[in-house]
């Protein structure tokens, strides 16, 4: 166990608190028939460099959207993103990429979370707006709950070219906070402004598409 960070004296130390002999007397609960005794059945190690050029043309056999076109759809498709965008994350006041916890080192992403905060409510004239969602279903579900909350109408309108996990766990929310949940079919892969119509109704308190 020499990848343990602590001195022989540390873990001595540790073994006479413990009343422990030896590390090897702390698995001694464990019966010795699932023990596993022998090297594992590896390749020899190989050198940072060596090992690049391994994985390097491991992950060439994969395809990405550079060499193919993806008819994925659920929102899985090829994103443009700005080259400026990440050099922005990469600076010091942007580098927190969790929801930051720590306001003394994440003033920067506080910064710009208000400011999309602020600039959501100027554009939608809600008095508050939140912000730092998580991504995916979470953030389907805190929309949904928004907006089944406040007016009573326990109707969602989902298209079913919204990613089917999506779909799932807004079911599940449905179920237990007592809204139905209405699927459009698709058309050719898109979702139709006719079938919308048609289903969408008075009681209808959102419509969700992507």
Known sequence: MSYIPNTREDQEAMLARLGLPSLEALLSPVPE???????????????????????????????NLDTVISFLGAGTYDHT?????????????????????????????????????????????????????????????????????????????????????????LHTYAHTRGFQVKEVPLRDGLTSIEDLNEVVSATTSAVVEI
């Open 33 to 63: 028939n699932v023990r596993f005794r022998r090297p594992l059945d590896l390749p020899p190690a190989l050198s940072e460099p060596d090992l690049k050029r391994v994985l390097y043309a491991m992950a060439a056999k994969n395809k």
């Open 81 to 169: 993103i700005p080259s400026v965008v990440p050099h922005l994350q990469r600076r010091s006041e942007f580098v927190t990429s969790y929801t930051p916890y720590q306001p003394e080192v994440s003033q920067g992403m506080l910064q710009a979370i208000y400011e999309f905060q602020t600039m959501v409510c100027q554009i939608t004239g809600l008095d508050i707006a939140n912000a730092s969602l998580y991504d995916g279903s979470t953030a389907v579900i805190e929309a949904v709950l928004l907006a089944v909350g406040p007016g009573g109408r326990g109707e969602v309108v989902v298209s079913q070219g919204v990613d089917p996990q999506y779909r799932r766990v």
